[in-house]
């Protein structure tokens, strides 16, 4: 009887939690011995270094903007389907994503995301994002290593930024695969941000202390969202709703960091904690038209990026 209040406390705290922050942060860490295990058998795939990269007159001669994360078939995640347990299916993550989807949540998507340092990308290519307010690398890496997402800095964004026209049902789940430290690119999150509901990228922030913003949503209001860096130890997890501000700046260690990103959903008609949460929301649950900050080929058309100032 005691365990079972204590798994309903827990859930009444992620819930409450998302409702207040837009976000869970797991007390303890998952399994630091699988993730590192995973981590050596990612980093054994490839160098993560200038290599990766094509050189200037290669993209050049051919420049591709879309099309350039993992897809199914070209994702290496799929190498270690194995190995993912210690994710998928501990029980305080199986017991977080039940209470917020629902039984059955369904996975939209899972794969390795990799924060380059400066070190690794090579200089035409540096010179050539900064200032960028998504610097998503996909489009500059060779094509066999697009299996894997590389960034170098990404403003506060939404993840509903990627699911125009669909209801903000879906919760990101993100996991360190060795220590994060203030220099490894750590994520950024903004608290109470997700109450505005969805809103077109780029987002209008203004720094009102050193871990706190003003957050304006158009005709929805204005909130001031608290600033954490999520640091933490191999195996540090993490989630947050869909419409929760986060980013990151770019990579200032001398290292590469690895990190698994799940992006899970409750299924058509089912009730969860999601729809509690949700309806305390001031702001849309989905949008028409999620960013403005491409052109229609995708490259980037506004040099900006609010997450640097942090």
Known sequence: MNAMIAADARSDQVVADFIRDGAHLFPEPLDPVAASDLLTKVRATR???????????????????????PRPGRNLLEQFETGLGFVEQAPQVVAAMTTLLGEGYELLNKKLVCGVPAKSIP????????????????????????????????DFHQDLIDYKEREADFVTLYIYLHPVTRQDAPLFLLKGSHALGGAVFPHDLTRTGPDSWAYRNGGYGETQAGQIILTGAAGFAAMWHACTLHGTQPDEADHERISLRYLLA?????????????????????????????????????????????
């Open 123 to 154: 200089p035409w290519l540096r010179e050539r994002i900064a200032g960028n307010p998504v610097n998503n690398l996909g489009a500059y890496v060779k094509p066999q290593h697009r299996d894997i997402t590389y960034f170098y800095g990404i």
């Open 266 to 310: 409750r299924k058509p008609g089912v009730s969860a904690g999601i729809d509690q949460v949700n309806a305390a929301l001031r702001g849309p649950l989905s949008l028409t038209a999620t960013r403005i900050d491409l052109d229609v080929a995708g490259a980037a058309v506004i040099k900006a990026n609010t997450v640097n100032q942090a």
């Open 47 to 69: 160098a993560f270094d200038e290599t990766l990269f094509l050189s200037e007159a290669e993209f050049d001669a051919d420049p591709q903007y879309t099309g350039v994360n």
